[in-house]
């Protein structure tokens, strides 16, 4: 189990940038894959960005590739989303995750940290 806290979230027009961070309470941080995922109302949380244990290679959903960068430094235990060219649509309440590598199961969450994106 690790402990993850969010931040870096808030208000900001169409077209503005956030940058959200994840901070990690565990001594193996460096074994977990870190995913990011949000969740709008009425909508099912959605998988956006994930990064594997290194830092090496990352994933990102259709919706914000392009757009969205997620990044860890396992030195601070941290990951990190970088939103930018933000839309409407990209308001939610986002979550940052946690999961063994080679596990299916995402076993650590955030309490999330809201976007809203106004036009």
């Known amino acids: 189990q690790v402990q993850l806290v969010e931040s870096g979230g808030g208000l900001v027009q169409a077209g503005g940038s956030l940058r959200l961070s994840c901070a990690a309470s565990a001594r193996t941080f460096s074994l977990y894959v870190m995913g990011w995922f949000r969740q709008a109302p009425g909508r099912e949380r959605e998988l956006i960005a994930a990064i594997e244990p290194t830092g090496r290679n990352a994933y990102y959903g259709d919706a914000v590739k392009g757009r969205f960068t997620v990044s860890r430094d396992n030195a601070k235990s941290t990951s990190h989303l970088q939103m930018n060219s933000l839309k409407p649509e990209d308001t939610a309440l986002y979550y940052c995750?946690?999961?063994?590598?080679?596990?299916?199961?995402?076993?650590?969450w955030g309490q999330g940290t809201q976007v809203t994106v106004s036009s």
């Open positions: 995750a946690a999961k063994p590598r080679g596990n299916d199961v995402w076993t650590s």
